[in-house]
C-alpha cells in the first residue's frame, strides 16, 4: 500500500479531547486505541513527509519512519500537558525522519559511483594476491582502465564515516577516542551547544520565542505572558514542555 492510499484513509479528524482519551488508553495498553490514533492521525504524519521529498528518498520509506515518531510521541505524550496532542507529535515526527536520513548517511553517494568503489575492491583483492603485496592506485587505475582520480574519488565515496566514539590510540587499557583527539580543550561543550542548536531549530516560532525572551533576555515569565498576550501559568506550562522536548531530543 503507497502512501497516497494510506493518506486517503484518514479523512476524518479526531477532536483533542478524543485523542487525549485514546492515547490514555493506548499507553495503558489498549493495542486498537492505538492502532486507531495511527489511523486517524495518517495525513499528519504525511504532511510531515512532504518536507523531506526530493532528498533521494522513498516518500513511503519516510512515510513509515514518521509513523515510527508517531508512535512514540504517544507513548511519550504528558497527558498532564495544556497542549495539543498535534503539537507535540510533529517535532517528534521530524526528529524521527532527520535521525533516519542522518544515520542512512549525510552524503548520498550514486550508484553508479558504489559500484565502481565495487570493482575496485575486488581489483584490490586479486591484486593484493597476485603482487604479495596492496596494490598501488595507479596499479589498479591500469587494472581496471580508470584514471587514477576516478579510483580515488570511488574509494573516497566508499569509505564508512569514523564513530567519534571510535578508539584511535590505547596506552596501557586506557582508550582515547576520535572524540578526545578532536576535544577543543572546553571538555567537548561545543558538541552540547552542537545538540542544543539542533534541538532549538526543531521548536516553533513561539516556542523559539519564549526561549529567547526567557534565557538571552532573562525576561520573567510575567514579562514573556505580557509580551505574548497569555497568562503566567500558560508561559511556565509552555516553558516546562519547551524544555523537556529538548531534553529528549538532546538525549537521542
Given amino acids: ?32 486505541a492505538r492502532d ?63 535521525r533516519f536520513i542522518r544515520d542512512d548517511g549525510t552524503v548520498k553517494v550514486s550508484r553508479s559511483l558504489k559500484e565502481m568503489g565495487n570493482r575496485i575492491r575486488k581489483a584490490k583483492d586479486e591484486l593484493s594476491k597476485t603482487y604479495g603485496r596492496i596494490p598501488t592506485v595507479n596499479e589498479i587505475s591500469e587494472h581496471l582502465q580508470l584514471s587514477p582520480e576516478d579510483v ?20 596501557d587499557g586506557d582508550p582515547i577516542t576520535l572524540l578526545d583527539q578532536i576535544d ?29 525572551l526567557r534565557y538571552y533576555k532573562d525576561q520573567t515569565q510575567s514579562e514573556v505572558a505580557v509580551r505574548l498576550g497569555i497568562s503566567q501559568v500558560q508561559v511556565s506550562r509552555l516553558e516546562k514542555k519547551i524544555l523537556q522536548q529538548m531534553k529528549d531530543r538532546m538525549d537521542l
Fill in 1 to 32: 500500500m503507497d502512501v497516497e492510499v494510506k493518506k486517503d484513509k484518514a479523512q476524518t479528524y479526531l477532536k483533542d479531547h478524543e485523542v487525549k482519551e485514546l492515547i490514555k488508553k493506548s499507553q495503558d495498553g489498549d493495542q486498537a
Fill in 184 to 212: 577543543d580543550g572546553n571538555e567537548g561543550k561545543w558538541f552540547d551547544k552542537i545538540a542544543l542548536k539542533e534541538a532549538i531549530r526543531e521548536l516553533d516560532e513561539r516556542e523559539r520565542l519564549i526561549v529567547y
Fill in 36 to 98: 486507531l490514533i495511527a489511523e486517524k492521525n495518517m495525513r499528519l504524519v504525511w504532511s510531515v513527509v512532504q518536507r523531506f521529498l526530493n532528498r533521494g528518498y522513498d516518500p513511503d520509506d519516510l512515510f513509515q519512519i514518521g509513523c515510527i515518531g508517531l508512535l512514540k510521541s504517544v507513548d511519550k505524550f504528558d497527558l498532564s500537558y495544556d497542549v495539543k496532542f498535534s503539537t507535540y507529535a510533529v517535532p517528534m515526527i521530524i526528529g524521527e525522519i532527520q
Fill in 152 to 171: 580515488i574519488l570511488a574509494q573516497e565515496a566508499s569509505r564508512t564515516p569514523s564513530s567519534i566514539h571510535e578508539t584511535v590510540y590505547e596506552n
